[in-house]
């Protein structure tokens, strides 16, 4: 890993690294957003992170199916039987992590249950629905799929840095996708999205390309949505 790499950044050259140059803005839109942001200064006001959190619980519940149809696209189309296992450890973690967002509410007192989706929320989701298709590439899946991930390691780990001032109590939020085991499971993703895109057409390179852009856009519209009516 060079130095600098924060996340699985596409240091093996394929086009993630390409993509993360030519939408830097945006991936720091996605990556920096005020919300961020305001954890990392201690300034977060509680009611946007409970908002959050509540709405994150949705998100999960709809990005688990997500997974699973870029297991089996791996199964129907890699030439690696190691995406798989990596895929499946990504799978395996998120039942643990449906049950850190249930113990996590109960400490905030955010009801999980008969929480309505808010708009952001249902773009995002209805997105990740387009994805799951038997139409939709590979390429492009993982594509989604690691940008997904890589957005929350890059996102968390900021308040993770010496100069945070992140709330102790919301420590236990940064760590579960700001730690180092997270941000190596992103490498392996990126490694894999790169691998595949490499043996794909321009038309899926092209794709992929606009999904990583979608993923971005819909992680900022999620960030915004934890400030409230939206
Ligand atoms: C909106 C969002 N994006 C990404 C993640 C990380 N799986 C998440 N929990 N929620």
């Known amino acids: 890993m060079e130095g600098g790499d924060k996340v699985g950044k596409g240091e093996d050259g394929g086009p993630i690294a390409t993509w993360l140059n030519k939408h830097r803005q945006l991936y720091l839109e996605s990556t920096r957003h005020p919300f961020i942001l305001s954890i990392k200064h201690g300034s977060v ?6 908002r959050w959190l509540g709405q994150d ?41 449906i049950s850190w967002f249930k113990k996590e509410a109960s400490k905030w007192d955010v009801p999980l249950s008969g929480n309505a989706p808010q708009k952001p929320n249902r773009d995002y989701c209805r997105f990740l629905e ?6 939709i590439e590979y390429s492009v899946a993982i594509t989604a799929f690691w940008a997904i991930e890589a957005v929350y390691q890059e996102s968390f780990s ?17 760590q579960r996708w700001g730690n180092e085991d997270f941000r190596q499971y992103c490498c392996s993703l990126c490694r894999i999205a790169n691998r595949s895109l490499a043996k794909a057409t321009e038309d899926v390179v092209m794709k992929a390309e606009e999904a990583f852009v979608h993923v971005l856009e819909k992680e900022v519209g999620f960030w915004n949505m934890s400030y409230g009516d939206s």
């Open 45 to 50: 006001d509680i009611s946007s992170f409970k």
């Open 57 to 97: 619980y949705i998100f999960v519940r709809e990005f688990i199916p997500f997974v699973a149809s870029v297991l089996l696209k791996a199964w129907k189309e890699t030439d690696d039987a190691s995406d798989i296992d990596i895929i499946l450890g990504g799978i395996a973690s998120l039942n643990d992590e």
């Open 130 to 135: 387009s994805l799951m298709g038997s139409d």
């Open 158 to 174: 900021l308040c993770l840095e010496d100069d945070s001032r992140t709330p102790e109590e919301l420590m236990g939020t940064c």
